[in-house]
């Protein structure tokens, strides 16, 4: 993590958000369409980093918030205005809490999520203790600005495994991951307005609204 968001992660008064428009620092379409909804009434414009033609930064840090505020710094320096960057992923308790930061790229250069659950569908079956398929998903939201402060997040939702996938209504891993309280229920088989209300990136909304919008 940049010394800046470490320290904006523990000041008492943190900056707030004052403005119309804040870029989402993201290329994934169906990430950037679940910012969009969750802080709707709090911003009026979106513009996503993959819609202003600006790079992936290498994500070179090695924990969520230190990742998020490493593309939310860029996203915002490069396009002069507000940005707020999410990284997220899934941590598996018998694979040692990975994929972790490296959830994304067990998808491969392709993105390939099938791919990827396959993956640790795989990883699970040759791990000593499987300790119930329990997993859980991390959400860190960075909201830089330009002058490089930075304000940072991190939410869980924690539940357990299940395969082969099932559901079409998430994107990532959402289709092999039950939340607890819920059944049966994937996360891609929910309707999006109630993965909205319990998700790790919904946890992480409602942190990052009470410090910075709210």
Known sequence: MTE???????????????????????????????????????VANFPSAGELGLPEPEETEKTFIGNAALKALA???????????????LA?????????????????????????????????????????????????????WPDGHVEAVEGQAHG???????GSKGFGYDPIFIPDGHGTTTYAELDPDQKHAISHRADAFRQLVARCFG
């Open 92 to 144: 598996v308790d018998a694979l040692d809490g990975a994929p972790g930061i490296y959830s994304a790229r067990w998808a491969g250069p392709e993105k390939d999520f099938a791919l990827a659950m396959e993956k640790v569908r795989r990883e699970l079956a040759l791990a000593p203790d499987r300790k119930g398929d329990r997993a859980h998903f991390v959400c860190a939201l960075a909201l830089a």
């Open 4 to 42: 800046t968001a470490r320290r904006s992660t523990e000041t008492v008064a943190p900056r707030r958000f004052a403005g119309d428009t804040l870029v989402i620092a993201s290329h994934n379409k169906g990430k950037v369409r679940e910012i969009a909804a969750l802080l709707g009434r709090y």
């Open 160 to 166: 357990t495994l299940t395969f082969p996938p099932r």
């Open 75 to 89: 996203a915002a320096k490069a396009s002069g205005l507000p940005a707020l960057a999410d990284d997220s992923g």
